[in-house]
């Protein structure tokens, strides 16, 4: 399928998506919450910017993250695979991790809803900065760096519970869900607001949603197809159908 005759596929991709790359999702079986009910905090901005204590637990997990140490799987190939067939597509992922751009895909056709782990941001004065740098400061033992800039507090540039996302970006995702042929809902919840709605804004526009998620969702009613397999065998054999049928 060529480029200019080509049908937008969309792409929404969640936690489960990374989880065979060895970084847990939140809310799944062997999800973070199920196991530390407790950790919901280190990641609630309210909490992070009114305590101390909070903000450095958090900085301790961020040393810590199997993200700094995760490798794209075959879920994350799959989609690479896809945009050098010449389909035009975009990843919405609500995933922090970057796997997406470090398989292959293009970063400008990867929208980052809830932001990326990489990066700092001064709560302060906005300033950014490599995350790579935060946390060598806290290896060497600044417990809560703050901002170089202006002294604020650092965060990582994620959206944290409580915080509202980034209006440009999910206009941007809401116009990808209005003009796509296909969207692919794989490996979410699809129980975090607005990023669930897009499918219902992409199917009342005419396109088909197919959900590849191991556990049932509030969408599924929508869906044109369901897939339950694991996302590292079903998401390779939809990129095969996607693009043998183009």
């Known amino acids: 399928m060529g480029e200019n005759n080509a049908r937008l596929v969309a792409v929404l991709t969640g936690a489960g998506v990374s989880t065979e790359s060895g970084i847990p999702d939140y809310r799944g079986p062997q999800g973070v919450w199920r196991k530390n009910p407790g950790a919901e905090r280190l990641v609630t901005y309210r909490a992070y910017m009114d305590d ?3 903000r450095r637990e958090s900085w301790r997990m961020r040393m810590t993250s199997p993200v700094w140490r995760a490798e794209p799987n075959a879920g994350h190939r799959a989609l690479v695979d896809l ?3 010449g389909t035009p597509m975009r990843i919405i992922t609500q ?3 970057g796997l997406h751009q470090k398989a292959g895909s293009t970063p400008r056709k ?3 809803l809830h932001g990326t782990a990489s990066t700092v941001v001064c709560t302060g004065c906005g300033d950014r900065g490599p995350m790579e740098g935060a946390l060598a400061r806290v ?3 600044e417990a809560d760096p703050p901002c170089l800039s202006c002294g604020g507090i650092l965060k990582s540039a994620t959206v944290m519970f409580g915080q509202a996302l980034d209006s440009g970006t999910i206009q941007q995702a809401a116009k990808i869900a209005r003009v796509c042929d296909l969207f692919l809902a794989v490996g979410t919840s699809l129980q975090v607001e607005p990023a669930a709605s897009l499918c ?3 199917v009342e526009s005419g396109a088909r949603l197919v959900i590849v998620n191991a556990e049932p969702t509030p969408y599924d009613a929508l869906a044109d197809q369901l897939i339950r397999e694991p996302i590292g065998t079903a998401l390779p054999g939809l990129v095969s ?3 043998d049928s183009a």
């Open 241 to 243: 159908e996607i693009t």
């Open 52 to 54: 101390p204590e909070v």
């Open 110 to 112: 990867v929208l980052e």
């Open 200 to 202: 219902r804004v992409a």
């Open 95 to 97: 995933n922090i991790d």
């Open 83 to 85: 945009e050098r067939s």
């Open 139 to 141: 290896e060497a033992g």
